[in-house]
């Protein structure tokens, strides 16, 4: 194989992490839009929020991706149950549900599941209220929250220590 | 030879939908109809990964810490379902008492059982036992308005409940040990309150009569 074909594997190897956490986030925004009858609200600047979060070092988070929803279908066909099992089915099994909040009839409800690994955790939060929804995404790294569980206002000199 | 990569693929299967089904939570398909009368349902579920993944957060060299990290990398989940009301008889005791029945088998029994004439809090803690050893527990606190049931899998000692009371929304607790098989577990809101009384049925009278 040469070189060219090597590298072209390389960064299609690289990627793939990185679109399968896309593709759980994108799955659970279409299952919203496919039961609401809806397209997610564009929000200006978030993509550059984002990136400054990012570039200013969120302790023992990454991988931040929000989706906001904005009047959503009343007449949507199912019931809240209908909906948890359609979010849960399109995350897959490594995903667990871990908390779980709801409300009596169509009320405010929340929903975060869990996706961890030996270093870090994938976390989705899912809230609805009110025709109104947010699908959250975010990656905690384990060595990062220990460091900030143990010693909440001093991350930053023990990162430069570190290094 | 076809037959042996479906038949690796059977063995590799069975053990783990084994495993799953061990570590069902005991109040899944109980609650439903609690739920549909609850103005508000919280679940928390915490499988064998989740806690493996939260244990790794406890310090091994801090005494507290590394007692409770010896407790919950053994234990195979904890679940907790509270249910609030938004008035009196929105939950009935019979639907408590369809709770109760799933715990009325060989292997539950009722340790504590506490009881508030004052506040009309009640406390219910269940352990399962197989053979000599605690594999299991479940609380049940109900109070007028809110219902929470707490379950906690895995082999767990009477003394390690002390050790998690005050989290999970499991009541503080003092547990003595007194020889062999005679665990007594004693509510610390009892010496508090005078109005609250309690069973502590043994291993002679694992049921307790007024359940």
């Not at chain 1, 799955?27 to 009858?37: D, L, Q, T, W």
């Not at chain 2, 036992?129 to 082999?155: C, D, R, W």
Request: glycine share 6%.
């Amino acid at each position: 194989m040469s070189r060219r074909g090597i590298e072209i594997l390389l960064v299609i190897a690289l990627a793939v992490p990185c679109f399968a956490g896309d593709r759980e986030f994108k799955s659970v925004v279409s299952a919203i839009e496919a039961n609401y009858n809806t397209k997610h609200v564009r929000v200006p600047l978030l993509g550059f929020a984002t990136f400054c979060l990012h570039a200013a070092g969120t302790p023992g988070t990454s991988g931040l991706k929000i989706a906001v929803f904005d009047h959503l279908n009343d007449s949507a066909d199912s019931t809240p149950y209908d909906f948890e099992r359609k979010v849960t089915a399109s995350l897959g099994g490594n995903w667990r549900p871990v908390v779980r909040v709801r409300s009596h009839g169509n009320g405010p409800f929340t929903l975060i599941f869990a996706n961890a690994d030996e270093n870090k955790m994938k976390m989705m939060i899912v809230e609805m209220q009110s025709h109104q929804a947010t699908v959250v995404q975010v990656t905690l790294k384990e060595s990062d929250i220990r460091k900030w569980i143990h010693d909440p206002g001093n991350l930053e000199s023990k990162d430069k220590d570190d290094e | 030879m076809r037959r042996i990569p479906i038949l690796a693929m059977i063995l590799a299967i069975v053990p783990a939908a084994v495993m799953a089904a061990r570590t069902q939570d005991w109040s899944s398909g109980l609650t439903a109809k609690l739920e549909a009368k609850a103005s508000k349902t919280v679940d928390v579920s915490l499988d064998q990964s989740m806690l493996k993944f939260a244990c790794q957060f406890l310090d091994p060299k801090d005494q507290d810490q590394a007692k409770a990290k010896k407790i919950c990398s053994n234990m195979q989940g904890i679940y907790v379902h509270s249910f609030e009301f938004e008035k009196e008889g929105d939950y009935s005791e019979q639907d408590l008492n369809e709770v109760r029945a799933s715990l009325k088998g060989p292997a539950w029994t009722r340790i504590v059982n506490v009881k508030s004439k004052k506040d009309g809090e009640n406390v219910e803690v269940y352990f399962k036992k197989e053979g000599e050893k605690f594999t299991g527990l479940v609380v049940i606190a109900t109070q007028p308005t809110s219902l929470t049931f707490v379950n906690i899998m895995g082999p767990i000692d009477p003394e390690d409940l002390a050790k998690l009371g005050g989290q999970f929304g499991i009541p503080e607790m003092e547990v003595t040990h007194d020889g062999k098989d005679k665990d007594k577990t004693k509510d610390k809101a009892k010496e508090k309150d005078k109005d609250k009384t309690q069973d502590e049925p043994n291993d002679d009278d694992p049921k307790g009569d007024d359940l």
